[in-house]
């Protein structure tokens, strides 16, 4: 397949530029300033604020699928600028539906765990969203342009970590360093999610495209961590001292938006569809383990050529 992918320097966009090179697609990938460098993967830099932009970036590299990885995701930074928020979130994803659906091409948009309220789950599609923050209600508003313009396309609600290019950092990247500098940490115990780790988000999402699927998705972990036993967990497994994460409660924490509690996800429908099980966190931090050793990291620093300006 041609697969466009958009967001291309961040965490998931990176990974799947990857993985959808490993698996033989003719990939195409976009960002804003960072360019791919990577054998046989197409990059054009765009504003995809610019509906005219996304529509001629499209309407040249005419992909049979596109994954929609590109967001705002800093979550005070969405609470301090609602209009950059909602630029990002809900602008830029209409406009890429839009041109997608023109050019006759499959769509995957990304969305979050964080449309929901935090009220006891796990959280099933069905389930009412009622985002309680910026990020949340932006994230929602990109999920309802989407289904309006291009009701084909796929919308997949998800929560991951996993290695990052140079620049970002995942949490379990910011617990791993810390740890490894023998700095104590706080985890929340109060905030439960289901994190998947990215590589394995990665091949599902290709699965996704491939599938043609349409409408709502969770994509997660079969089980639900809090964000503290993830730290934990992350420290077992890279033989590091989990005494240096210590328990925290998120709203101590002076944090600028509101978060939600429970984020965790229900899996069932996607399982069904694809008949496969989403792996369980251990196995996520297992394969995150023997990614680093195999020089997996090596592999996202070569990816992004350094931003020059």
């Known amino acids: 397949m041609r697969i466009l992918i958009t967001g291309a320097s961040g965490l998931l966009g990176s990974n799947l ?18 360019p791919v460098q990577l054998d046989g993967v197409e990059w054009r830099a765009a504003d ?29 930074q969405c609470e301090d600028d609602p209009n950059w928020a909602f630029a990002l979130n809900r602008d ?38 009622r985002p309680i923050n910026v990020y949340g209600e932006s994230k929602l508003a990109g999920e309802q342009a989407v289904g309006e313009v291009h009701p ?13 290019p140079p620049g970002r950092s995942s949490l379990a990247e910011w617990f791993l360093e810390n740890l490894r500098q023998g700095k104590p940490r706080p985890g929340f115990t109060d905030i439960v999610i289901s994190p998947l780790l990215v590589n394995q988000l990665a091949g599902l999402l290709l699965s996704v495209l491939e599938a043609g699927l349409s409408g709502i998705y969770h994509i997660a972990s079969h089980d639900a961590v809090s964000k503290y036993e993830l730290g934990v967990r992350l420290a077992q497994a890279f033989e590091l001292d989990s005494s240096l994460i210590h ?34 966190t251990n196995v996520g931090i297992a394969d995150l383990r023997r990614l680093e050793h195999a020089g997996y990291r090596e592999r996202l620093e070569a990816l992004l050529l350094e931003h020059a300006g």
């Open 17 to 34: 530029v990857l993985a959808a090179s490993d698996a033989g697609h003719h990939v195409m990938a976009t960002s804003r300033t960072r």
């Open 48 to 76: 995809l604020i610019d509906p005219e932009g996304a529509g001629a970036l499209l309407a040249e590299m005419q992909p049979d699928g596109v994954i929609h990885c590109a967001a705002a995701t800093d979550v005070d």
């Open 92 to 129: 830029v994803a209409r406009h890429i539906a839009v041109s997608a659906r023109e050019v006759g091409s499959g769509l995957v948009h990304i969305s979050t765990d964080a449309v929901f309220d935090g009220s006891p789950g796990p959280h099933a599609e069905t389930d009412e969203a």
């Open 152 to 164: 084909q396309a796929a919308i997949i609600r998800v929560n991951f970590y996993g290695w990052s």
């Open 247 to 280: 328990p925290a409660n998120s709203e101590r924490a002076g944090l600028r938006a509101a978060r939600p509690k429970d984020l965790s996800l229900r899996v069932g429908k996607i399982e069904r569809v694809l008949e496969t099980r989403m792996p369980d």
